[in-house]
């Protein structure tokens, strides 16, 4: 299972070299991964009770980055990024995020602040009356950057409240930063390399201890 909140808390990850690798440390590496998960965008906002996009053309790469240096959505992803793996940190607790991120978590409050202020973004219910009265789901915005960054709101809010929240871990790999869900019990890593690479550091560290 993937959603967009998810998938924008994974573009934080180990580089393998020891470090931390950001997937989006530049316009054109947002651009690439928004393009790559257009898809998850489209669901949260076509999820919408009622929903009608209407005259706005989302999700369109055209519109979102016209121009990716300038259009701001490298920051936007990023900082609301920042807001979701703090909330992540928080649902897997009591067991401690990865030592490589702990530092850099925001506030729990303030992270809760950021992402129901974006995904306010995305409106409310609108009465309208042509023949019969009807509600449909009203954008507060036409701008398809907020309305990005209100799907990645709406999108963690829909998943910490979901019962997939139970299946939410932090991998305990040294230095990996990742989240991962736990669809099977025996599952200890977000990945082989992951499990691999712990397996061989405990073995280092009995023959070394």
């Known amino acids: 299972m993937s959603t967009l909140a998810f998938a924008l808390a994974a573009t934080i990850k180990h580089d393998g070299h020891g470090g931390i690798a950001d997937l989006l440390a530049t316009p054109a590496e947002a651009a690439a991964w928004l393009a790559e998960h257009q898809h998850l965008v489209t669901q949260v906002l076509l999820g919408r009770p009622g929903s009608d996009l209407g005259r706005i053309s989302y999700p369109n790469r055209a519109v979102i980055l016209p121009d990716a240096d300038e259009s701001g959505v490298r920051d936007e992803l990023v900082r609301i990024r920042g807001a979701v793996r703090a909330l ?122």
């Open 88 to 209: 992540f940190a928080r649902a897997v607790a009591p067991e401690p995020p990865s030592k490589a991120d702990a530092g850099r978590l925001m506030a729990v409050e303030d992270a809760l602040r950021m992402v129901n202020r974006a995904a306010d973004r995305l409106g409310t219910t609108h009465l309208e009356w042509v023949e019969e009265p009807a509600t449909r789901w009203a954008f507060r915005t036409d701008d398809p950057v907020a309305l990005l960054v209100g799907a990645v709101g709406r999108s963690a809010i829909d998943f910490l409240v979901s019962p997939a929240r139970g299946l939410l871990r932090a991998c305990p790999a040294a230095r990996c930063v990742k989240y991962f869900l736990q669809d099977d019990p025996r599952q200890t890593w977000c990945s082989a390399s992951c499990g691999n690479r712990e397996r061989v550091n405990r073995h280092y560290r009995k023959r070394h201890g």
